[in-house]
């Protein structure tokens, strides 16, 4: 089976985990008619490990910087989607608290994968 790069890379793969959790929420989301907030919750999931992705086939480090720059900040997106579900009853405290912690060590990961292009 052929394998690209990214698939390598610890950062995607916890992007990715994470993209697959928040998809449930936005099927729950479908389930409840708000499908606006369904549709911006798998954008923004999957925004993370997309750039991941792309970067890694850039042919600059600071190319590759500038999509990690981008997945980092989905990583904000996400959380404040998250925040804001957990406020209005969708997921619960225990959900919000696990994926924000998850949230937090990938922008983590990304930002001192980042320092390593340099």
């Known amino acids: 089976m052929v394998k690209f790069r990214f698939q ?67 990583t904000f997106e996400n959380a404040n989607a998250l925040i804001l579900f957990e406020m209005r009853g969708i997921i619960g405290q225990d959900q919000l608290n696990e994926l924000l912690t998850r949230l937090d060590v990938l922008c983590r990961q990304i930002t001192n994968f980042r320092k390593s292009l340099k």
Do not use: V
Request: without cysteine.
């Open 8 to 74: 390598n890379l610890k950062i995607w793969q916890s992007a990715i985990e994470i993209a697959n959790d928040l998809f449930d929420i936005a099927d729950d989301l479908d389930k409840r008619r708000l499908y606006r907030w369904a549709e911006q919750l798998r954008a923004s999931g999957m925004s993370m490990s997309n750039n991941i992705a792309e970067g890694s086939g850039s042919s600059s480090k600071k190319d590759f910087g500038n999509y990690l720059n981008i997945a980092h900040r989905s």
